[in-house]
């Protein structure tokens, strides 16, 4: 079985759960353990925390040997309620600790401090609640402060929108700069990467998918990858992309395909960086 390398703490491929409800997210994280994943990304937000944890107890997969991530939502970050989200996680998976632990997003305009939830999501890795904490949609300047708070060694990433097509340079440059692996969602551009020509010339040189070579470009780049499906066939075409050896040229190409098309920019984003 393929092996998957770890960034920092995290599996480099995982598998991501946003959309995949009821039986259908049930059924596609079994697949995605029996076809060798050993991430699973999900989040309050997602409402299926009750199918992933399902999923992961009945896998016959050795708990240590699954990584699982879960998220505190923005409306979640005041005085107690970081806790409360965690152990209402904890309760819907059936677990009693998560691998990792991030705040979903920054609270927006700041309505509660960051000092305040930092410190929170700090205190419920102190208590066991999880293994790791970590971030997702920081600026550079959420990071910045966030680091005055927990030390930067206590960040296992920050989990951001970044893709071969939408590179995401500013922040990407800081969190490499201060040892952060990035996390990236939307890996494939919500599926669009299969149709870039650039990328299906070198999956042709690679006996490979467009898809598979977009993860590798970015498992080549040191980011952690959490594409998701609906498909069987597309789960073990994704984690297929470890089997994939760019070269120096191939990056080189592929460096080139970067935009400012963001996808994700939602009412309650931060300023992002830019
Ligand atoms: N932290 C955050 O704020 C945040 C935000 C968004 C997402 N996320 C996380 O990141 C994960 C991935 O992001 P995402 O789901 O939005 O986008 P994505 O993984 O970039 O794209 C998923 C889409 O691509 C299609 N697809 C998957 N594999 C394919 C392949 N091999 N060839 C062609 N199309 C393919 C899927 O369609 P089919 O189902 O038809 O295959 C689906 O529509 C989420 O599941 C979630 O865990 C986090």
């Given at each position: 079985m393929t092996l998957v390398p770890t960034y920092g703490v995290l599996p480099a491929l995982g598998y991501g759960t946003f959309k995949?409800?009821?039986?259908?997210?049930?059924?596609?994280v079994t697949h995605a353990l029996e076809t060798g994943y050993r991430h699973i990304d999900t989040a309050v937000f997602y409402n299926?925390?009750?199918e992933v944890g399902k999923a992961i107890r009945e896998s016959g997969v050795a708990r240590d040997d699954v990584f699982l991530t879960t998220k505190v939502w923005f409306d979640c970050l005041g005085a107690g309620q970081v806790r409360?989200?965690?152990e209402g996680s904890l309760e819907r998976l059936g677990l009693d600790q998560v691998d990792l632990l991030l705040i979903h997003w920054p609270s927006p305009k700041d309505e509660v401090p960051l000092?305040?939830?930092?410190?929170?999501?700090?205190?419920?890795?102190?208590?066991?609640?999880?293994?790791?904490?970590?971030?997702?949609?920081?600026?550079?300047r959420h990071i910045d402060e966030a680091i005055e708070v927990v030390g930067v060694g206590e960040i296992a990433t920050n989990q951001c929108e970044l893709n071969v097509t939408f590179h995401n340079t500013p922040i990407v440059e800081h969190?490499?700069?201060l040892g952060i692996p990035?996390?990236?969602?939307?890996?494939?551009?919500?599926?669009?990467v299969a149709a870039n020509g650039e990328l299906e010339r070198l999956a042709q040189k690679h006996d490979a998918t467009a898809s598979q070579i977009a993860l590798a470009w970015l498992l080549a780049k040191g980011h952690?990858?959490?594409?998701?499906?609906?498909?069987?066939?597309?789960?073990?075409?994704?984690?297929?992309?470890?089997n994939i050896s760019l070269s120096a040229g191939d990056l080189m190409a592929?460096?080139?395909?970067?935009?400012?098309?963001?996808?994700?920019?939602?009412?309650?984003?931060?300023?992002?960086?830019?």
């Open positions: 995949r409800l009821g039986d259908e997210c049930y059924g596609c299926n925390e009750i409360a989200s965690a000092a305040q939830y930092m410190e929170e999501i700090a205190s419920l890795k102190a208590a066991g609640l999880t293994k790791h904490i970590g971030v997702s949609n920081f600026t550079k969190c490499n700069s990035m996390t990236a969602y939307l890996p494939l551009a919500r599926g669009s952690i990858a959490i594409p998701t499906s609906s498909k069987k066939e597309r789960i073990e075409e994704n984690f297929g992309a470890l592929l460096d080139g395909l970067g935009t400012d098309n963001r996808l994700v920019d939602v009412e309650w984003s931060p300023n992002w960086d830019r």
